[in-house]
Structures are given as C-alpha cells and as structure tokens.
C-alpha cells in the first residue's frame, strides 16, 4: 500500500506498507555446499514513511525525499560463513530493521548543455536473532550500517562526463560480530563522445574505476580491483 499525500505546494508526505514472503530459492535448498533443504520461508512487514518536495520547471526540476523505515522479518534467509570459509543457507529467528533514507536529485538545463546531481544516502540498524533463546540481537552479517552514493552527469552536445561516488561504513562479517570490514570510499569517472551513423549510435569512451587506488574489500579476506582504466566503444542500434 502506497499513499502520498500533498500538504502544502511542492511539500508531500509518503507512506508505505506492505506484507512479505519469499520463498527459498533452487540455490537455497540445492546449492553444494551450502543448500539446505530444510530452509524456511521468509515472511514479514515492511513499513516506511516520510516527506517529498519536488519541482519541475522547463529548465530545472529537484525531488528530496527523507525517509524513516522499520521493517521486521520472520525466518528470514541469510547465507552465514562457516569456521572453513563455506557459506550455508539457515533461517535467522527474527530479524529488524530500521533507519533513515534520504534522496536527492537536481537537474539543469541550458540551450546546448545538461547537468544532474543526484545523491542517496541510507543509516539504519539492522539485527537479527538467530534462535528463539537468543535473549540479544546482533548486526546482520554483511549490511553495513552506513551507506552513502552520489553522482554528477554533465552534457556538453554529444560530450557526456560522469563521476560516481560510493561510501560504506563498517560491515560485520560473522555472526556473533566479532570480525568486521573496514569502511572505504570509491570514486568513479568516464568521459564519452556520442555519434549517430544512420540507424545506430556509435559512442567512444574513455574511464577510470577506484580512480584513488582505494584498498578495500567487501567480502572478508577477498581485495577487490585497485585503480583500473578502462577504453572502448559501444554500438547502440535502433
């Protein structure tokens, strides 16, 4: 159920609330190692509300939004690290969750050029029982508390620039929180140059992913990628 209601102009609040299921996928109950066929369904509430203001205008427009959430989860599915380093499926007893989003998204236009700036930012605790004798809750595994993503795309006739940005925040790695991920910042830029050639486009572009060389993982024990360039041509046809 979605509702969104206009309180003053461009000011609006939003609302929503929904039942979950999931059921177990082939990989759930079949995966060697790891699946289980005992595994159960998922099910639970989803529940959100918040604030809007938006504007739309012929040569700019913007949206924020900022939004509480609080979801609650019975057997919900995870997939959990073994002492080997094997990852098998089980239910969790129950499991929360609950934070703040927050959106933002503005563009602007010229005669022969374009910008957009967008940003999203998510924090929120999210725990689960493991059994119903737990008496604490725990962080889930591998859901960082904090995670923040944002962005620029500027348009220059057929030139296009992007930057992409990316911050997560500790991430706890096993069960009983013991071991965890550090946090890491990424930056992401491509430069492309767009061309029509009867019914396709043909566009070159030129990048650079984790342009600072940021050392970070997000599986524990598994780096990911340092600095990489990246230089090719996509044939779009219509």
Do not use: C
């Not at 996928?25 to 289980?36: E, H, I, K, S, V």
């Not at 099910?43 to 913007?62: C, H, R």
């Not at 703040?100 to 967008?118: D, E, G, P």
């Amino acid at each position: 159920l979605d509702v969104k209601v206009k309180i003053y102009k461009n000011l609006s609040a939003i609302m929503d609330a929904s039942r979950v299921y999931r059921n177990p996928t082939l990989n759930d109950r079949f995966w060697q190692p790891g699946g289980n066929l005992n595994i159960k369904t998922e099910s639970g509430w989803n529940n959100s509300a918040g604030l809007e203001i938006s504007n739309k205008k012929e040569t700019w427009n913007y949206k924020l939004q900022a939004v509480y959430f609080n979801t609650s989860m019975d057997n919900e599915i995870l997939w959990t690290p073994s002492e080997g380093g094997l990852y098998f499926a089980q239910n969790v007893n129950q499991s929360k969750s609950s934070g703040v989003r927050v959106f933002a998204n503005i563009t602007r236009t010229w005669k022969k050029s374009a910008i957009n700036l967008w940003m999203n930012a998510s924090y929120g605790n999210y725990l689960v029982k493991h059994t119903s004798a737990s008496v604490d809750y725990k962080n889930k595994i591998y859901t960082p508390h904090e995670i923040y993503k944002w962005g620029m795309t500027y348009n220059y006739q057929k030139l296009q620039l992007n930057y992409y940005g990316s911050y997560a925040g500790y991430t706890f790695v096993t069960s009983d929180n013991s071991s965890w991920t550090d946090p890491f910042l990424l930056h992401d830029i491509s430069l492309s140059y767009s061309m029509e050639i009867k019914n396709s486009m043909l566009q070159f572009y030129v990048g650079s992913k984790n342009m600072l060389d940021a050392n970070y993982q997000i599986v524990k024990y598994r780096p990911m990628p340092g600095r990489s360039y990246q230089v090719g041509m996509h044939l779009i046809l219509k």
